[in-house]
């Protein structure tokens, strides 16, 4: 199965902390596409970023920034200076074929003012 | 871009009744889709709802189950059927606009209670 992991289940970390969601995927295609969506309490899903697994640039925006591995399969996601509005949960997704989505376990970030 | 709604936002059913999800696009999409999201889980694609012809189910679900119709390109229904305290979950509509570039969105979800 392509599977995407998300090891960390729940994170916590002290307000002004920078924090690295991982997340490693498994994919037999060539072309394919990452996401990253936070959840917070309220429960809608709020939508981070896509990549194209052609570009393997590191993205920043904001706080926020991604560290696309090819080599590795590993997508990972760094909140800097982490504020107590950032906790929730953070989901790694990938696509499989059909315009599917395929979704990591998600990984709980607490963070305490 | 794509805005998506979803009514109900929210309900208690009890068990062995069924409720319908709809499912409202502001723009005509080709590709829509059906989530389940379980008490402190991840997303589970529930199914694929085509356009005019039967849906597409996932591995796990089942139509008797979870009927679900889309009679245009903007509008969908899913129907949880014969509801257990077990479909408890937050049930998600999205779409995919752009094909060649997978710009995906997500509707607010529907937070289904079964008692």
């Known amino acids: 199965a392509q599977k995407v992991t998300q090891a960390q289940t729940e994170i916590s970390v002290v307000e002004k902390e920078d924090v690295t969601l991982d997340c490693v995927y498994e994919?037999?295609?060539?072309?394919?596409?990452l996401f990253w969506y936070k959840q917070p309490p309220s429960g809608e899903l709020v939508f981070l970023i896509r990549?194209?697994?052609?570009?393997?640039q590191n993205e920043i925006s904001g706080r926020y920034s991604w560290n696309f591995q090819k080599s590795t399969s590993s997508f990972n996601f760094t909140i800097t200076a982490s504020q107590v509005v950032d906790s929730a949960v953070y989901f790694c997704?990938?696509?499989?074929?059909?315009?599917?989505?395929?979704f990591g376990a998600g990984t709980r970030l607490f963070v305490k003012a | 871009s794509a805005v998506i709604s979803q009514k109900p936002s929210r309900d208690i059913c009890q068990r062995g009744t069924s409720l319908t999800i709809q499912c409202q696009v502001d723009?005509?999409?080709?590709?829509m889709f059906w989530y389940r999201q379980q008490p402190g889980q991840s997303l589970t694609l529930i199914a694929t709802?085509?356009?005019?012809?039967?849906?597409?189910?996932e591995s796990g679900f089942v139509i008797d189950k979870f009927p679900i119709s889309r009679p245009n390109l903007t509008f969908s229904t899913l129907t949880v059927s014969n509801m257990s305290p077990e479909d408890s979950s937050i049930y998600l509509c999205?779409?995919?606009?752009?094909?060649?570039?997978?710009?995906?969105?997500f509707g607010p979800g529907t937070r289904l209670t079964v008692t």
């Open positions: 999205s779409v995919v606009v752009t094909e060649s570039s997978y710009e995906q969105y």
């Open positions: 994919t037999r295609d060539t072309t394919y596409y």
């Open positions: 990549r194209n697994s052609f570009d393997e």
């Open positions: 997704a990938r696509n499989t074929g059909g315009f599917k989505t395929i």
């Open positions: 723009s005509q999409v080709t590709m």
């Open positions: 709802a085509n356009q005019g012809s039967e849906a597409t189910y």
